[in-house]
């Protein structure tokens, strides 16, 4: 076998050794981490008052489309999309 050869497989194999040792350690922390904390308190459901605030939130824009009657390129998307429903 070609001796420069060799030394790159080498080297990629190595390299490549220590990106799944990486990989092996995170996945340790993970479960570790999911181990040391039970699941169920992660999932806690929400009582029916903070349901109904968080499906009653909604965020209020004033933006509205006004009539452009002139196109310019460089617009917002917004006007250009005016100008569309104007013509």
């Known amino acids: 076998m070609n001796q ?7 080297a990629y194999l190595t390299n490549r050794r220590q990106e ?29 008052n903070e349901v109904q605030q968080a499906s009653s939130y909604k ?3 004033n933006a509205k489309l006004k009539q452009e009657n002139t196109f310019s390129p460089k617009s ?12």
């Open 4 to 10: 420069p050869f060799t030394k790159q497989v080498i």
């Open 20 to 48: 799944l040792e990486e990989t092996i350690r995170y996945i340790d922390n993970t479960i570790a981490l999911l181990s040391a904390s039970p699941i169920k308190q992660l999932s806690v459901p929400l009582s029916d």
């Open 59 to 61: 965020q209020k824009t």
């Open 76 to 87: 917002k998307l917004d006007r250009k999309i005016a100008y569309i429903l104007t013509k």
